[in-house]
């Protein structure tokens, strides 16, 4: 697929490879607001949620919401799973809005094909007609990178409601002690593996050696990361990418959009 999206200087980037770039972005903020705050994981466990403010509101939220289903179900492992999953419906709104913008973007791949023919030899022309493409349709490339800068406020916010949670910490789940890192590294591992798969799910053609790298990329930090942190994290991990296989799969097994974008 020529998913096109202008940027400025006349650059003009596949929105695929954007979203994927953004993606790994996205995940090192991540990374940097865990590593960078200068409390270790036991001051977290040791310290108070501070709910004061907007944010401090919503991580108690999350954190009483956690609570709650744990303490109703009997099980943190299954309340995480269960927070997961409300998290993922907030969430399946802008997910569907990714799918809407990669159908547009298969409906105009004729056009895009004759545009970039016409203008092979002038890029920039080239960017004007494909944007003016987009502006006719009311199509915008950008759209596929939304549900990614919204779930990484949700996901700190998760994290640190697991951190402050004195439940959590001293819950286990199945051999999992939730509180600490898993020295088995199962979690990690499968952690890995599902954000390998999720990737594969999505991956429309791997051609291109940055998206090979991505593929791999990707689960290697979230094996490290999980492998770092408290095995509750690692947890939601794998609910997550599960939701997200099964949700690529119903979203676009009859949508054609992969088999038209790797032609």
Known sequence: ?????????????????????????????????????????????????????????????????????????????????????IIRFITLPFMIKQMKSMKAMQ???????????????NQQKLNEETMKLFQKHNVNPLAGCLPLIIQMPILIAFYQSIMYNVHIREASFLFFELGQKDPTYILPILAALTTYLQQKTMTISQDNPQAKALLYLMPAMILFISATLPSALGLYWVYSNIFSIAQNYFMYRDTGVKQEAAK
């Open 1 to 85: 697929m020529i998913d096109l999206v202008q940027l400025r200087g006349g650059r003009v980037l596949s929105q695929r490879r954007f979203s994927s770039k953004a993606a790994l972005l996205l995940l090192l903020v991540f990374v940097s607001s865990i590593f960078m705050t200068g409390c270790t994981v036991e001051q977290m466990q040791q310290t108070e949620l501070d709910r004061s403010g907007i944010w401090g509101s919503f991580v108690g939220i999350l954190s009483d919401l956690m609570d709650y289903v744990g303490e109703t179900l009997g099980s943190y492992g299954v309340a995480i799973l269960v927070v997961t999953i």
């Open 107 to 121: 409906r105009l791949q004729p056009e895009m094909t004759k545009l970039k023919e016409k203008y092979k030899d």
